[in-house]
Structures are given as structure tokens and as C-alpha cells.
């Protein structure tokens, strides 16, 4: 028996849904917690701005900046929310009440100085404060003013004090990784061990290699069984960086610093899948006066979507009148776990999801379902579906449909 299609429309919507539909590879495992709710930590030497920035970057009082070193010794922890231009374009597609964005956590950690990863100022201490955080924003003092002062010689010279970072980082590592092979080895003689045993030592063999020569776990290139070893042990350097010069006011509104250029260079060669973004500190804060400053605008937007991107976590979204709600997910998630984000029954009993696609919504003024169906830009999609950042999402699971 023939069957006939009634029209192109439905040739093109059943071809376009069976492309999505057939997005159930399995993605690579990435470095870090399998977790949608990560962390970020303010990292950097003592006294480069880290507190005012995670004042301006919070909007809250909390941190302690000071002209002294160690003005900070106990972890602050503020929520920030998302800005995100979806978020909305959504609301006002669905013609929703109100908006529900989503959040990153940011911690504001305690200064390192050189040979912490040895005890130095509180060090071992401030490196497990670290090691609590899923990623690093480091921040790198890019401007002289004689009335603050630097802790390496009261000189200000961005590249040394990456390089100190960087190492402290290594050795504490390093460290760890040396602990971690005398356990093993203990192990190997006992029931059960055996292959295990084996990928457990030659990863962390490649591991001590990797740091000897001075290159970040996070840079390394490692397969999914090296992936599942390095994330239980919570290394300093697999967690993905974005660096932040921290330049003067006028610098950062004229857009040019005489340290970029050198940075940038530094971070080129020695971690190269990171970003440099050049913010002020004293900027942001001055953004409490805007008229005494020029049309630049904040960088704190830029810096928390490029956090998000690094932690490879997506945005979907579930729209309707009441509200417009932007989820948080990793990258490489499928459709019943991001129903899982909004109720743990609705993973448990999904069935299938209707996905609108940013690409599709994004240019429309009014949402109209029917006509979206018939041009083939509503798609059901299965279990195996991989969400997509800008998705929005229609859930239906045993107990009916969730938005």
C-alpha cells in the first residue's frame, strides 16, 4: 500500500522533526560536576580587586575590599542573576505576566600570594576554597595607582602574577595527584580492583606528566574513562577559566591598556581555550553615577553569559501567560532531563516534548501555534531529543503537559 503525503508542508515538517528527532548521539563527557546548579570563584593574588568587583558583580555589600592584603578570609557567596535578551523576547511573545530569569553563584575567595600551594598566607586553605567552585573567574590587576598596593614588590606586572597563579595552581595539583597514586597502589592488590585499577593509574600518570610541563589539566585531551578519574578528584586545573583584566576607569572607557596586549599573549600560549575580558572595577562601581561616565556600559552581562559558556551550561525555556521562565542545563542534555530540572515526575514519566527553536521565534512579534505548525517550526521530539540552547519547551509526561 501507497501512502501519500497531502502537502510539501507536511513533507518538510516530518524531515525537519526526523532531523531532530535523530540528535541522540552521545555527546563527550566533560570535566566537572554533572550538576545544573554550578559555582563560580573569584580567584586571583591579593589586593587586585576581587571584593569590588564581586560587590559590583552582585550588587550587594558583601565582600570586604580593602587597601591591605588578606582584607578577605572567609569565602562570600552572593546569586547573580542571568540577563539574557530571550529571556525577553519570550515574554513578550507569550504575552507573559512575569518573567522568572535564571542564576549563577559566585563565590569571592581570599587572595592567594606566592607559595600558598606550600602554606603561604593561609594558601592551603584559600586552594580548598577553590576546589569547592566548579569554575574560575581570575582576575589580574592591569593598573598602577601608587596608593594601592601590590603585594609582589608594589610593581604592578600582570604576566608574573598569572605566572604565580598558574603555579600555585600546578603544584597543589600535583600534589593531590601524588596523594592519589600511593592510594591507588595500595588498592590494586584487593578484590574486585582489577581494570580499574589500571585507567585509574595511567590517567593519573598522564596527569603528573601534563602539570610537569607546566600545561592545565582543563588544556589536556582526554577520553571519556580519563574524564570519569580526573572529575573525582576535584583538581584546581581542570576547571575552566575566564580571565579578567582589571584596568583603570579611563582605560577601560577608552577601550585600550598597556598590559592587554601582553596578557593576551600569556594566555595564548598557556591556556589558549580561555578567554580575557578587560573590565574595571572601578567602572562598575562608578555606575552608581552614571553621568560621570561615557556610553561604554558594563562588562558584568559579558562576564557571567561567558562563565555560563565555559561551564557548558544552555538555557531552555517553558512560556505562557502566567510566566516566562529561563532553566539552567548543561550542554548535551536530553528532554526528559530538563523536565527533571522543573519537577522530578515529569522526568520520571515523560513522554515527549513540543520544541519551538530560537531561530524560528526570534524575529516574531506574536505567537501563533497553528501557524508555526504548518510551517513545520513545531517539532515533537522523543526521549533521546538533545536540548538546545533557546529552546522552549512543551513537556508531556503520565500526568499531562507541564510548561
Known amino acids: 500500500m501507497k501512502i501519500f503525503f497531502s502537502s510539501m508542508k507536511t513533507i518538510r515538517y516530518l524531515s525537519h522533526t526526523t532531523r531532530l528527532l535523530a540528535k541522540s548521539t552521545s555527546t563527550p563527557k566533560v570535566l566537572g560536576r554533572a550538576s545544573n546548579n554550578l559555582s563560580v570563584g573569584l580567584v586571583g593574588l591579593a589586593n587586585v580587586g576581587k571584593s569590588t568587583f564581586f560587590q559590583a558583580l552582585t550588587k550587594s555589600t558583601l565582600g570586604n575590599p580593602a587597601n591591605y592584603p588578606f582584607a578577605t ?9 542571568v540577563p539574557l535578551d530571550k529571556l525577553t523576547h519570550y515574554a513578550k511573545l507569550y504575552l ?76 597543589k595539583d600535583l600534589e593531590i595527584i601524588e596523594l592519589e597514586i600511593e592510594r591507588v597502589n595500595k588498592m590494586k ?59 583603570s576607569k ?5 577601550g585600550n591598556n598597556q598590559f592587554y596586549k601582553e596578557v593576551d599573549q600569556w594566555i595564548a600560549t598557556n591556556s589558549p581555550n580561555d578567554k580575557l575580558i578587560m573590565f574595571s572595577a572601578e567602572y562598575e562601581t562608578a555606575l552608581n553615577n552614571p553621568e560621570e561616565l561615557l556610553g561604554t556600559g558594563s562588562a558584568i552581562g559579558t562576564v557571567v553569559e561567558e562563565m555560563r559558556l565555559v561551564l557548558s551550561l544552555i538555557s531552555f525555556f517553558t512560556c505562557g501567560e502566567m510566566e516566562a521562565r529561563q532553566w539552567t542545563i548543561r550542554k548535551g542534555s536530553t528532554a526528559p532531563e530538563a ?65
Not at 592488590?189 to 593519573?204: A, D, H, M, R, V
Not at 519547551?393 to 510548561?403: D, F, H, Q, T
Open 189 to 247: 592488590n584487593k578484590p574486585g580492583i582489577g581494570g580499574s585499577y589500571e585507567i585509574n593509574l595511567q590517567t593519573l600518570d598522564k596527569l603528573s606528566t601534563l602539570l610537569y610541563d607546566g600545561i592545565k589539566v582543563v588544556n589536556g585531551d582526554w577520553s571519556d574513562e580519563e574524564v570519569d578519574v580526573i572529575n573525582g578528584l576535584n583538581l584546581l586545573t581542570a576547571k575552566p577559566t575566564v580571565y579578567l583584566l582589571n584596568v
Open 73 to 81: 578570609i572567609e569565602p562570600e557567596k552572593s546569586i547573580v542573576l
Open 339 to 403: 523536565a527533571g530540572l522543573i519537577h522530578t515526575d515529569l522526568q520520571k514519566t515523560f513522554i515527549n516534548s513540543i520544541v519551538y527553536k530560537w531561530d524560528d521565534l526570534k524575529q516574531l512579534d506574536t505567537f501563533d501555534e497553528s501557524k508555526l505548525k504548518s510551517q513545520g517550526k513545531q517539532h515533537k521530539c522523543g526521549k533521546k531529543y538533545i536540548v538546545e540552547e533557546g529552546d522552549v519547551l512543551i513537556i508531556k509526561a503520565g500526568s499531562g503537559k507541564a510548561r
Open 96 to 171: 507573559s505576566q512575569k518573567t522568572v530569569p535564571t542564576n549563577l553563584t559566585i563565590w569571592d575567595i581570599a587572595g592567594l600570594v606566592r607559595n600558598a600551594s606550600s602554606g603561604a598566607g593561609l594558601g592551603n586553605k584559600f586552594l580548598n576554597d577553590i576546589r569547592q567552585v566548579d569554575g574560575i573567574l581570575q582576575i589580574v590587576r592591569g593598573f598602577v595607582d601608587d596608593e594601592i598596593v601590590h603585594i609582589e614588590d608594589n610593581k604592578v606586572d600582570p604576566v608574573r602574577d598569572l605566572v604565580i597563579v598558574n603555579d600555585e595552581l600546578i603544584l
Open 250 to 254: 579611563e582605560d577601560y572607557e577608552s
